[in-house]
Structure formats: structure tokens, C-alpha cells
């Protein structure tokens, strides 16, 4: 680079800001001092120009449309990895060999049942309860079992709370579609491993036997893997401003799961679904709903499209849309909902409101014809993504608490409202 700073001409002063150049190449200007050597802050509404912070984790390049989990491209884990694999590579950074994955592996078998009495807890939801507002709760409320982790971040302890939490969350989720459904609650089985284990305490029943299809475990394995991380996203900058006030790991991930159930982020795989139904039911071929997204007063957007980062065909999306037609196949299933999930995609990318935005299918497009296809309802379609996403929560609250300059995170604003009010009494207002 020229040089590494950044000049910046205000009010006649020439300021010299330091440029930050990341490992892919990305640049920054460092603007930690521009406050206070300016008395100006920045402004970034949806922080969509702004970087809050370093990290080792996952890469992106929009553009192109590259994903990597700590350097290891998305398509090639997707192919030969596993997700409890990826799981130890996002949070302790390196693949794990055959000893370390058996010490993980094992952990998580023994961390996996929850505490009896929290059946008290799923039993004080209505059964309309949204499996969101259900997993969130039961996130906080499980770490009350744990009474270290009030102590704070403690290195010693950590893998085995992220054990607990990573094989936990899948015990609620399943525990509370088994509630909302009416249904005896499965505990898992010790011989089963984490996504097999998920779908037997989803789908098996106490007084039959039950037969886990491979694909379905293959199939369900990999959209957990594919959810795994993303960079800074809503629900990741949550868990990580959260855990930046040195709140819990189990406190900061229930933040991201909130943050996450919004329709505009891991929400949307339930409304693309959603959408998909009405057209079909509409008997429309697309078309209609497509001129609906475009018109701003619509108050539609053609789900599962479009990303803040992507601005090419999200990766992920591509290797789902592959495997919808193999696990389809394999489950002998004929959804009328992919095909016109195909015809919706071939028809935005080649209208020119969509084109000339840079609107591709994101991760949610395709992903809810795979959850379909192995039998999960559509309300826990977000359930399903934040299961995935765990372990990159849990990743980017080790890597907050584990840099000792981490500051807590506080951004400014530029006030808008009302200036100097006097108060006036009631009788007079
Ligand atoms: C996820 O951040 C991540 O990494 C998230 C995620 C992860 O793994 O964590 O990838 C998971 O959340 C994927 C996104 C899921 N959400 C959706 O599919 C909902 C539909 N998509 C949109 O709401 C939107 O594209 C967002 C929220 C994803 C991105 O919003 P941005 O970056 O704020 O973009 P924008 O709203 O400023 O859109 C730019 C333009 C606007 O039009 P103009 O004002 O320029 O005329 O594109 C339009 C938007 O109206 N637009 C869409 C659209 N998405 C954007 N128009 C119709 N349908 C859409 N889906």
C-alpha cells in the first residue's frame, strides 16, 4: 500500500487516520482517534460501512462470493467435514485430530441432558408458544444449573460450558416441539451422536421403533454446518456486544437467539416457506409476488433474497439448492415448493430491479424445502438455524473474552431530538 495512513481535510486541518490491511486483504481506516483529534464521530446507519472489531474466525468476500471458516472454504467442509467437527474448528480454531474430536464428541454425549426440573419450565409455555421465545427462555434458564458460570468467562471452564450449550440447545429444541405437539418427551440416547441423537428426540416415539434415514441425518448435519458462521452478522454482533459486558456465554447466546427470530435475518427461512405456500396457493407462478416485491408499498420482499455482505450468489444457498435435489430424491419426495423456488430464482435473476440491486437466493432460500422434506415444522425452521449457529456464537464470544483489550461495546449517536424543554406543570399541558 502507498501509505498507511488515510488523510482527512476538516475545517481547514489535514488529519492523518492509521489504515488497518486484514490477512484477506481487507482495509480499514482506524478511526479510534477521530474524536477525540476532530471532536467529529462517524455516522453508519445499519453499520453496513463499518467495521467493530478484528477477527480470526470466518471470512466472507461478498463480492465474489466466498465463505471460509477459519481460512477452510465452505464448499470443501461441506463436502467432507462434519458439523461437530466444524464446530471445535470455529470456537478452538484448528481441526481437531482423532483424539481431540473423541474428547469433544464424548463431552457432548455427557453434557446432553438437562436438568429434570426444567420440564416445569416447557410445561409453563402455551402450547402456541413460538419454539424462539421457547429456546431463548430455556437458554437462560438452563445456566441456572451452573452456578460457575456467574463467575464469568474462565478459560478452565469454558469447553465445558460450550459443550453444554452446543448439546444442550438441541435437547430443548427438541424437547420443546415434543410439548407444543403434545407429545412424551424423547431423552437422548447415549449411542447416538449429535445430529442423529437430534432426530431421534425429535421423531422417535417411546412405545415403536424408529429408523433414523441417513440422508435425513446427512441432510439435517449439513444445514447445521452451513449455518454455522457468518461473520458479524445481527445475531453474531449481538452474542459478541453482549459478552463484550462480560455477561455469561449462556446470557449472550440467548441475546443472539432473539436477535436471530427477526424475519429479516434467520427468521426468514420460516417467512420464504411461508411464501412459497401462498404462492402456491395462489395459483400463481411467481410472477405476481415478484412485481409485489418490487413495489416498495407492497409491503412484500421476496424472502430469501438479497444479503447485506453477498452481492453475488450466497455460497451456501448454491450447495443447498444441490442438496435439495438429492435429499428429495433420496426421501422419494416430490415438493411443488422447489420447483417453484426455482422458477421465483430464474425469474428475479433475470429482472433488472433485482439485477441491478445485486439480489441473489441467501442461505433461507432453499434451506426450509430440506427441513420440510425431513419432516421439521416450519415454526422451528429458526430453531434448526440457531442450532447451527451455536457454535460461531460461541466462537465470537471466546474470541471477545479471550482478548483482554476488548472494551465493552458503546457506539455513539448523533442526537436528533428535542433541545432545551422546560417543564410544564400538568394542569397547564
Ligand atoms: C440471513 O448478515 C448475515 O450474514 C445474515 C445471514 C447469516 O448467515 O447470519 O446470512 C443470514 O439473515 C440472510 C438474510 C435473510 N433475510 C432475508 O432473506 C429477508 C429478505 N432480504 C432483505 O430483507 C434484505 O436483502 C436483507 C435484510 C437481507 C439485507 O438488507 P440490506 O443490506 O439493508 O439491504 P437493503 O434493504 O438496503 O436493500 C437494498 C435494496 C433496497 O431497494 P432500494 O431502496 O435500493 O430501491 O434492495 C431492495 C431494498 O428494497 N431489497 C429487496 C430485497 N432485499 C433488498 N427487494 C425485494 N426483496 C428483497 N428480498
Same mark, same amino acid.
Given at each position: 500500500m502507498a501509505n498507511n495512513t488515510a488523510k482527512l481535510d476538516l475545517d481547514g486541518k489535514i488529519y492523518e487516520l492509521p489504515l488497518i490491511v486484514g490477512s484477506e486483504n481487507e482495509k480499514a481506516i482506524d478511526i479510534a482517534s477521530l474524536r477525540a483529534q476532530t471532536n467529529h464521530i462517524t455516522f453508519d446507519d445499519g453499520y453496513g460501512?463499518?467495521?467493530s472489531c478484528k477477527s480470526e474466525i470466518t471470512f466472507i468476500d461478498g463480492d465474489l462470493g466466498i465463505l471460509r471458516y477459519r481460512g477452510y472454504p465452505i464448499e470443501e467442509l461441506a463436502e467432507k467435514s462434519s458439523f461437530i467437527e466444524v464446530s471445535y474448528l470455529l470456537i478452538w480454531g484448528h481441526l481437531p485430530n482423532k483424539a481431540e474430536l473423541t474428547e469433544f464428541s464424548n463431552l457432548l454425549s455427557q453434557e446432553q441432558t438437562i436438568h429434570a426440573n426444567m420440564k416445569h419450565h416447557f410445561e409453563?409455555?402455551?402450547?402456541?408458544?413460538?419454539p424462539m421465545a421457547i429456546l431463548s427462555s430455556m437458554i437462560n434458564a438452563v445456566s441456572?444449573?451452573?452456578?460457575?458460570?456467574?463467575? #464469568?468467562?474462565?478459560p478452565a471452564h469454558f469447553k465445558l460450558q460450550a459443550a453444554r450449550l452446543i448439546s444442550q440447545v438441541r435437547s430443548i429444541a427438541a424437547f420443546s416441539y415434543r410439548q407444543s405437539h403434545g407429545l412424551p418427551i424423547i431423552y437422548p440416547k447415549k449411542s447416538l451422536k449429535y445430529t442423529p441423537n437430534f432426530i431421534h428426540m425429535m421423531f422417535s416415539e417411546p412405545y415403536d421403533e424408529f429408523v433414523i434415514d441417513p440422508a435425513v441425518t446427512k441432510a439435517l448435519d449439513l444445514i447445521f454446518l452451513l449455518h454455522a458462521d457468518h461473520e458479524q452478522n445481527c445475531s453474531t454482533s449481538t452474542v459478541r456486544m453482549v459478552g463484550?459486558?462480560?455477561?455469561n456465554l449462556f446470557a449472550s447466546t440467548a441475546a443472539g437467539v432473539c436477535a436471530l427470530w427477526g424475519p429479516l435475518h434467520g427468521g426468514a427461512n420460516q417467512a420464504v416457506i411461508e411464501m412459497l405456500l401462498e404462492i402456491h396457493a395462489s395459483g400463481d407462478d411467481g410472477r405476481k409476488f415478484i412485481e409485489a416485491a418490487k413495489d416498495?408499498?407492497? #409491503?412484500?420482499k421476496l424472502m430469501g433474497f438479497g444479503h447485506r455482505v453477498y452481492k453475488n450468489y450466497d455460497p451456501r444457498a448454491m450447495i443447498i439448492k444441490k442438496a435439495c435435489d438429492d435429499v428429495l430424491k433420496a426421501l422419494k419426495i416430490n415438493d411443488p415448493l422447489l420447483d417453484i423456488a426455482k422458477h421465483l430464482e430464474t425469474a428475479a435473476l433475470s429482472d433488472p430491479y433485482f439485477v441491478e440491486r445485486k439480489l441473489y437466493p441467501n442461505v433461507d432460500f432453499y434451506s426450509g424445502i430440506i427441513m420440510r422434506a425431513i419432516g421439521i415444522p416450519v415454526e422451528m425452521f429458526t430453531v434448526i438455524f440457531a442450532i447451527g449457529r451455536m457454535p460461531g456464537w460461541i466462537a465470537n464470544y471466546k474470541e471477545v473474552s479471550d482478548n483482554q483489550g476488548t472494551r465493552i461495546y458503546r457506539p455513539r449517536q448523533i442526537y436528533t431530538g428535542p433541545i432545551n424543554q422546560k417543564y410544564i406543570p400538568i394542569d397547564q399541558r
Amino acid at each position: 500500500m502507498a501509505n498507511n495512513t488515510a488523510k482527512l481535510d476538516l475545517d481547514g486541518k489535514i488529519y492523518e487516520l492509521p489504515l488497518i490491511v486484514g490477512s484477506e486483504n481487507e482495509k480499514a481506516i482506524d478511526i479510534a482517534s477521530l474524536r477525540a483529534q476532530t471532536n467529529h464521530i462517524t455516522f453508519d446507519d445499519g453499520y453496513g460501512n463499518t467495521g467493530s472489531c478484528k477477527s480470526e474466525i470466518t471470512f466472507i468476500d461478498g463480492d465474489l462470493g466466498i465463505l471460509r471458516y477459519r481460512g477452510y472454504p465452505i464448499e470443501e467442509l461441506a463436502e467432507k467435514s462434519s458439523f461437530i467437527e466444524v464446530s471445535y474448528l470455529l470456537i478452538w480454531g484448528h481441526l481437531p485430530n482423532k483424539a481431540e474430536l473423541t474428547e469433544f464428541s464424548n463431552l457432548l454425549s455427557q453434557e446432553q441432558t438437562i436438568h429434570a426440573n426444567m420440564k416445569h419450565h416447557f410445561e409453563g409455555f402455551p402450547s402456541t408458544a413460538h419454539p424462539m421465545a421457547i429456546l431463548s427462555s430455556m437458554i437462560n434458564a438452563v445456566s441456572a444449573y451452573y452456578p460457575e458460570l456467574l463467575e #464469568g468467562y474462565n478459560p478452565a471452564h469454558f469447553k465445558l460450558q460450550a459443550a453444554r450449550l452446543i448439546s444442550q440447545v438441541r435437547s430443548i429444541a427438541a424437547f420443546s416441539y415434543r410439548q407444543s405437539h403434545g407429545l412424551p418427551i424423547i431423552y437422548p440416547k447415549k449411542s447416538l451422536k449429535y445430529t442423529p441423537n437430534f432426530i431421534h428426540m425429535m421423531f422417535s416415539e417411546p412405545y415403536d421403533e424408529f429408523v433414523i434415514d441417513p440422508a435425513v441425518t446427512k441432510a439435517l448435519d449439513l444445514i447445521f454446518l452451513l449455518h454455522a458462521d457468518h461473520e458479524q452478522n445481527c445475531s453474531t454482533s449481538t452474542v459478541r456486544m453482549v459478552g463484550s459486558s462480560r455477561a455469561n456465554l449462556f446470557a449472550s447466546t440467548a441475546a443472539g437467539v432473539c436477535a436471530l427470530w427477526g424475519p429479516l435475518h434467520g427468521g426468514a427461512n420460516q417467512a420464504v416457506i411461508e411464501m412459497l405456500l401462498e404462492i402456491h396457493a395462489s395459483g400463481d407462478d411467481g410472477r405476481k409476488f415478484i412485481e409485489a416485491a418490487k413495489d416498495k408499498n407492497s #409491503g412484500k420482499k421476496l424472502m430469501g433474497f438479497g444479503h447485506r455482505v453477498y452481492k453475488n450468489y450466497d455460497p451456501r444457498a448454491m450447495i443447498i439448492k444441490k442438496a435439495c435435489d438429492d435429499v428429495l430424491k433420496a426421501l422419494k419426495i416430490n415438493d411443488p415448493l422447489l420447483d417453484i423456488a426455482k422458477h421465483l430464482e430464474t425469474a428475479a435473476l433475470s429482472d433488472p430491479y433485482f439485477v441491478e440491486r445485486k439480489l441473489y437466493p441467501n442461505v433461507d432460500f432453499y434451506s426450509g424445502i430440506i427441513m420440510r422434506a425431513i419432516g421439521i415444522p416450519v415454526e422451528m425452521f429458526t430453531v434448526i438455524f440457531a442450532i447451527g449457529r451455536m457454535p460461531g456464537w460461541i466462537a465470537n464470544y471466546k474470541e471477545v473474552s479471550d482478548n483482554q483489550g476488548t472494551r465493552i461495546y458503546r457506539p455513539r449517536q448523533i442526537y436528533t431530538g428535542p433541545i432545551n424543554q422546560k417543564y410544564i406543570p400538568i394542569d397547564q399541558r
